[in-house]
Nanobody, 127 residues
Framework: QVQVVESGGGLVQAGGSLRLSCAAS????????MGWFRQAPGKEREGVTC????????WYVDSVKGRFTISRDNAKNTLYLQMNSLKPEDTAMYYC????????????????????WGQGTQVTVSA
């Protein structure tokens, strides 16, 4: 049974940092493109970042470039999202996702197709 479980969310002031983790079981993180998407109440789902299966390429949505960093620890089978210089507009539920074509989908603006995803972790940034 495949599970991806996110953790690390919380309440932080603007300018602060959080590190999200996504622990995977039943799948191997370097067998898939892995990524993060987010959804805020009343807003459309948005792809945030992805890392290719090989780990050699990454993609970030423009609004987080230079602030967020995706990484993967194959030995721990865990995906991370380091979020710095957080802004109130980053407030959302953040979800970990896995799909063989995730980065190709995200770069084309398709954020609703994931083979696997988790239950999410809430990130709230206060002004």
């Amino acid at each position: 049974q495949v599970q991806v479980v996110e953790s690390g969310g919380g309440l932080v002031q603007a300018g602060g940092s959080l590190r999200l983790s996504c622990a995977a079981s039943g799948l191997t993180v370097d067998d898939y493109d892995m990524g993060w998407f987010r959804q805020a109440p009343g807003k459309e789902r948005e792809g945030v970042t992805c890392i290719s299966r090989s780990g050699t390429s990454t993609w970030y949505v423009d609004s987080v470039k230079g602030r967020f960093t995706i990484s993967r620890d194959n030995a721990k089978n865990t995906l991370y999202l380091q979020m710095n210089s957080l802004k109130p507009e980053d407030t959302a539920m953040y979800y970990c996702a896995a799909d063989h074509r995730l980065c190709a989908l995200y770069t084309r603006g398709y954020y609703n197709t994931h083979h696997y995803w988790g239950q999410g972790t809430q990130v709230t940034v206060s002004a």
